[in-house]
């Protein structure tokens, strides 16, 4: 009799209580006796209470060891910090090399990588022997929906800043529970978001980190979603009326023939395309449309696209980052079926205070007014102090890289900044000890492209860091089809116009 009115009321819960249904299972038994004592204290690991950790209140919902195919031992431990803010530490059980490197999200973020620890994202540092630590800044969502941020400041304070710092200090925790050791040295490395995460470490939190790697850290995010905006709109009908990839190769071929030779080799790659300027007579149909040239109307909208962004008056509204041989990004980047709203989504959720939210479309002609209510956006997200003294006072090192390809990221913003940061720092023979920016002929947004784009970018800022050594050049490969390198390219760093070395 009692048991069945045990199970009617259990039979009530659920349906009164449909979350306490279906709540996490308590942790089961693993079995650890194939990984020894490294894989037992990984597994124990589910039951250490981290909730004291200052500033950074941890849950752990899993810890177990796993290994790969090929014989890589390591310890998987994933949690949330304070609130929603979820990671995924990894670190070698038997090869750990007693270094951390925490991975940028990219996008909106949104999810912690589904990888593979063999060969996806992390991969490559964990068979390093690093540490690696992966999080989703501190929300769900897919990379190009800013729906989690509507009416939620404390999302965005996540998203902005707090998620990575907190992280950073929770697997430090972990991490020095589980191995007896704190990191020796700790690193954060990401681009596009992820290079802005990178900046915003250096900035806010100096101490948490020896050095860091932003990759086109999208550091200005007004500028960033104006230009987005702007070029989406530009590009939007994907017509032969409208500016669609054959207009786009036409117009990069000619850019190529136009401007390939002023670096003095013929690569198919524009070395520095500041030093470009782009002659439309010869691609101007002369005797109507055709596959093989522009129309005016489309050699209007180049032209807008390399200007950047203006109001109806004509006036400035950001800078444009679309230098001559990014014609085929401003497509492949923009348009796919996964990213042509993307700019709208941030503006309707995110940017604008208050935001206007899901029944609301931007209107292109009003883009000046919107740039002018991101005030607040600006203030969480972006990562623009070009004063760094505290990051350098505690040892660090800030190494970033941008491809001149890419219309999007901010190319201009992040040589603006370094420049500040020179007249800052105490001058060029100063900061290139702690900052080294390296401008990638013919790079896309973080990867990709006609030139090198595969570069051994943490391998390059721990011997920085290690040595004291500052990298004036690095080398890096383009990556054919089939995965192997095609060829090699050393690229110098950036160095201030008119600077002692500076390349006329």
């Not at 070395?271 to 005797?287: E, G, L, Y």
């Not at 497509?331 to 993307?342: L, M, S």
């Not at 060829?487 to 070395?501: D, H, I, L, N, Q």
Request: proline share 6%; charged share 25%.
């Amino acid at each position: 009799m009692m048991i069945g009115v045990l199970k009617r009321l259990a039979l009530i819960a659920a349906l009164l209580f449909p979350a306490a249904a279906y709540a996490q299972e308590p942790p089961q038994p693993i079995d650890t006796t194939a990984f020894g004592k490294p894989g037992f204290d990984c597994a124990e690991l589910r039951y250490v209470d981290f909730s004291t950790i200052e500033d950074a209140i941890t849950q752990i919902t899993d810890a177990r060891p796993l290994k790969t195919a090929d014989g890589l031992a390591y310890c998987q431990v994933e949690g949330y910090v304070w609130r929603s803010s979820r990671f995924r530490v990894r670190y070698p059980l038997t090869t750990w090399n007693g270094k951390l490197v925490v991975l940028g999200t990219g996008g909106q973020a949104g999810g912690l990588p589904n990888d593979n620890p063999a060969g996806g994202r992390g991969g490559a540092e964990l068979r390093k022997g690093f540490a690696t630590v992966q999080h989703d800044g501190g929300h769900f969502s897919t990379i190009t929906d800013a729906q989690w941020a509507y009416m939620d400041d404390s999302a965005s304070i996540d998203m902005g800043f707090r998620t990575a710092h907190m992280v950073t200090v929770a697997s430090k925790a972990i991490i020095a529970r589980a191995t007896g050791k704190a990191p020796t040295r700790s690193y954060y490395c990401g681009c596009s978001n992820g290079g802005r995460e990178a900046m915003i470490m250096a900035q806010r939190f100096p101490n948490d980190f020896d050095g860091v790697i932003a990759g086109a850290p999208s550091m200005a995010v007004r500028d960033l979603f104006v230009n987005m905006f702007w070029i989406a709109n530009l590009v939007r009908d994907q017509s032969r009326a409208g500016f669609d990839m054959k207009a786009a190769k036409t117009l990069h071929a000619a850019v190529i023939k136009q401007c390939d030779k002023l670096d003095g080799k013929v690569d198919a790659i524009v070395d520095d395309p500041r030093r470009c300027q782009v002659d439309f007579a010869p691609v101007t149909c002369k005797a109507g449309p055709a596959d093989d040239c522009l129309t005016d109307h489309q050699v209007d909208i180049a032209r807008k696209i390399y200007d950047g962004p203006r109001d109806t008056d004509g006036k400035r509204i950001g800078p444009s980052s679309a230098f001559p041989g990014s014609e085929i990004s401003w497509v492949t980047f923009i348009t796919p079926r996964w990213a042509i709203g993307y700019a709208d989504s941030v503006l309707k959720f995110s940017l604008l205070d208050i935001s206007p939210g899901p029944n609301w479309k931007p209107e292109p002609a009003k883009l000046a007014s919107y740039a002018q209510r991101m005030g607040v956006a600006e203030a969480i997200s972006s990562a623009t102090n070009p004063d760094l003294r505290p990051f350098v006072a505690h040892g660090g090192k800030l190494l970033s890289y941008y491809g001149w390809n890419d219309a999007f990221g901010g190319s201009r913003s992040i040589m603006d900044y370094y420049e500040t940061v020179e007249r800052i720092g105490g001058g060029e023979a100063q900061t290139k000890t702690f900052f080294r920016l390296f401008m990638i002929p013919g790079m896309d947004h973080c990867y990709g492209g006609e030139g090198a784009f595969q570069f051994d970018f943490l391998d390059i800022l721990d011997r920085w860091v290690e040595t004291g050594k500052e990298p004036d050049t690095i080398v890096g490969a383009h990556i054919g089809p089939d995965g192997k390198p095609l060829f090699e390219r050393t690229v110098a760093a950036y160095r201030t116009p008119g600077s002692k070395g500076e390349r006329k």
